[in-house]
Each structure stands twice: as C-alpha cells, then as structure tokens.
C-alpha cells in the first residue's frame, strides 16, 4: 500500500553541458523545508499536508496562464519529492542537494495538466516501458476537499462492478464497527480488463470535505490488474517496485536496493466509524473497468498472521542484505582485480610464446637453406674431384699401354700383341718354384 506522491516526469539520459546546468540549477534552488513552509522536524503528515494546499493553489488547471504559479507548482513539487522520501530525506538534511542522484529521482505527472500531443508521448514512453507516475488531478483533489464528490455507499462483503472515465473518480462509504475496526479491514480492487488505476483512501476534515491520505496504484498480477489496502491493527508495510530502467544500468545495486522500497504504511488501523475510498482512472486514453471491495479481515486470522511472520521476514532479510553487499563488493572488487590479471598475464603468455615460435621458425628455416647449399657445393667438389681422378688414371692407363706396346713392337716384332693380365698370369705360372727330391729316381 502506497502512500501518496508526487512529482514529474524523469528523464535518464543527460549531455554534460545538461549536466553542468543542473549543478548551476541545483546551486539555485531554494531549501525544500522552506518551500513547503514547514520545519526541519516536521512529521510525513504535516509535509503532506502542505504539498496539498499549495499543489491545490498552484496547480496548472486553476492557474494555466500563470508562470510564476507554475515555477512554484513544480518547485512544491520537487521538494515534497525530497521530503516525502526517507532516504532522500535524509541524505540532503546531511549533505543538501549535492548528495541526491538526480537520475534516482522518480519523478510524476499530473495528466489532467497534459495537452493532447504529450500525452500521446507519455502513454508511448510508458509502453517503451519507460515508468511513468502520475498524480491524481487536482481537479478531482480540490472537489474533495470541498465536498462536492458524490458518493456511494459500500457494504462490508459486497462487490460492485462499474466503469470510470480518464482522470475521474468514483467516491465510496464503508461504516465499520468496533468489533470489525479491530479485526481488521481490507479494500481489494481488481480489473479483468487489465485496465490502469489508483484505489485513493481519504480522511474527512473538519469543514466536511476529503483530503487525499493514502494511494495505491494497480499492478498487473495475472491476468487481472489489482491494487489493495489492508488496516490489520498491527503495522503493515507497503512495496515499491524499483526502476525497471536503472535496474537493467546496474542490476548489481537494483538487487542491494530491491527491498529498500519495503516501507510501513502511514495508517495501520481504522477505528469504528464511516470511512471513505475512491477508485480513480489513471488511463491514458480510455476509461478503467474494475469490481471493488471492503471486506472484514476476521474470517483470514490465518492469514493475518502469515503476512505478519512474512513482513518481519522480508525486514530481517533487509538488514541482510546491507551487510552482505559490503561484503559482496570487497570479493567483487577482488574478483575484477583476479580477472584482469588473469587477461593481462594470458596475453603475456601468448605474446612470449608467439616470439619464441617465430624465433624457432626463422632458425629452422636458415638452416635448412644453410645446409642445402652447403651439401650442393660438397657434391659438386666431390664430383669434381672424382672426375679429374677417373682422366687422371685413364691419362696413366693410356700412357702405360703406349709404352708396352712400343716396348713389344721393338722385340718381338710383328708377334701378336698380349694382354698385360694374360702375360702376367703365364709370368706367374711359369715362375712357380717346385720342389723335387732328387735322390728318388723318376
């Protein structure tokens, strides 16, 4: 269950030159207590309150020509911003404007404020699925508060279907006894047309009028949208969704941040008496079909004490969560360090390994040329060599056999000639010694 905000519309990408002129901007603005009129201990109530009356003073609808009235509108509207935030709270009361992210800023628009043509652009930012809030027109606030809204008369377990035009609202009545006041309430509201709402709860004021104390938005759960309020007698907590775009920036911090919009509502329980909703049309083009219902929470004690053992659950888990991101980004932090390591001495290795086979490969390469040349030239020598041995016998042979046969011509005469092998084998026949015993006869 939501509480009531407003803003304008946020913008997530930014030049430097835009960004130097929001810092000049931010030096400029005026301090968020001061514009709403209300002190630095002022309580969520009080700032609320004073958003009201000056949204309801200055507001575009009853003021359209007026720029000052809209410099102060959108000033109001940017300080409640602050204000209404615990984090941002806080985190300007200690370091002022300087210490709030301007891209964390969910800002709102007030439809009834648009004209046709940003219309059409904010209902295709919010199918692009850019986040778009809105506020409840100021119109539909003002009558309210003066007490000139219709309203119709709800009783405890009824369901009523109808239909609600855009930027409009259908005001209901529910009385509660003491008994059920302490058993609990629970409004529920659905819309099988998937249709976009706000289910508003109102608080009377004294001169008879409403003035707006809780809202909360539709979601799509299913197939159905719904949207629901639940007064228990014990504190109950509401649940923002994050920025879908900033998660998908830095998934990391959406997740650490995922249960820091787990927040308490600002009413917890409903006393015996007549009390006040309101259904409010919260689309762009077309009116909103819904079934609303109040219903006693006595029959669902099981349940009451489930969502009790839940929440307290999702809160311890919440304090978890800040401890282990402290952690998880020390061991990140050392992991990215081990990563880039890892890269830069892989490269290394690579880059050395690559030179030493270049070098290997330049070597192999040398040699082979080195030796080829090397082992061509010793063949030819050889080949050379034994060329001039086989003419330098063949020149001996030659001349040997010339002189033999100068020699043979000379004694013999025209005897035949006789080949040296033959010659010398009878030579050496004929040259065997024997041996003979001559004191034996014959």
């Not at 009356?53 to 609808?61: N, V």
């Not at 809209?70 to 370091?95: C, G």
């Not at 034994?386 to 040997?400: A, G, H, I, L, N």
Request: charged share 30%; glycine share 6%; proline share 3%.
């Amino acid at each position: 269950m939501a509480g009531s905000k407003f803003g304008s519309f946020k913008s997530e990408k930014r030049s430097s030159a835009g960004a130097a002129a929001g810092a000049g901007a931010a030096a400029q603005r005026r301090d968020p207590y001061e514009v709403l009129g209300v002190g630095r201990n002022a309580t969520e109530q009080e700032i609320k309150s004073a958003f009201r009356r000056m949204a309801l003073k200055y507001h575009p609808d009853k003021n359209a020509d007026d720029p000052v009235a809209s410099d102060k509108f959108q000033e109001a509207t940017f300080s409640y911003n602050i204000l209404s935030d615990p984090d941002k709270r806080r985190q300007y009361d200690s370091s002022g404007f300087e210490a709030i992210e301007a891209d964390s800023q969910e800002l709102e628009l007030d439809l009834s404020s648009l004209n046709t043509v940003n219309t059409v652009f904010a209902a295709l930012f919010s199918k692009l699925g850019v986040p778009i809030k809105t506020t409840v027109s100021a119109t539909v606030l003002e009558e309210a508060l003066n007490g000139s809204v219709g309203i119709s008369q709800l009783e405890l377990g009824q369901s009523v279907f109808r239909k609600v035009e855009k930027q409009s609202a259908h005001f209901y009545s529910v009385d509660i006894t003491d008994k059920e006041a302490k058993m609990g309430l629970v409004c529920r509201v659905q819309s099988t047309a998937k249709s976009k709402f706000k289910l508003l709860y109102f608080e009377p004021e004294e001169n008879g009028g409403l003035s707006l104390a809780l809202q909360e938005d539709s979601v799509k759960t299913g197939k159905v949208t719904s949207a629901g309020m639940f007064f228990l007698g014990f504190p109950v907590y509401r649940f923002e969704q994050n920025n879908s775009v900033a998660a998908a920036k830095d998934p990391d911090s959406a997740f650490f941040k995922r249960l820091d919009g787990f927040q308490p509502c600002e009413v917890n329980e409903l006393k015996a008496g007549t009390h006040f909703f309101a259904v409010y049309g919260d689309n762009f083009f077309k009116s909103a079909t819904y079934n609303i219902e109040v219903v006693c929470a006595e029959p669902f004690s099981t349940e009451k004490e489930k969502l009790r053992c839940v929440e307290a659950k999702i809160l311890a888990k919440r304090s978890e969560l800040s401890k282990f991101e402290s952690e998880y980004r020390e061991v990140l932090a050392k992991f990215t360090e081990m990563t880039s390591r890892y890269a830069q001495e892989m490269q290394t290795i690579d880059e050395l390994l690559k030179e030493r086979n270049a070098i290997h490969a330049s070597y192999t390469n040398n040699t082979t040329l080195q030796r080829s040349s090397s082992s061509n030239k010793g063949k030819t020598s050889s080949k050379e060599s034994k060329s001039d041995d086989d003419q330098t016998v063949k020149k001996e042979k030659k001349s040997k056999s010339k002189s033999m046969e100068g020699s043979r011509s000379d004694d013999d005469g025209p005897r035949k000639e006789k080949k040296p092998k033959e010659r010398l084998r009878r030579k050496k026949w004929f040259n065997i010694h024997l041996k003979v015993d001559k004191r034996r006869p014959c």
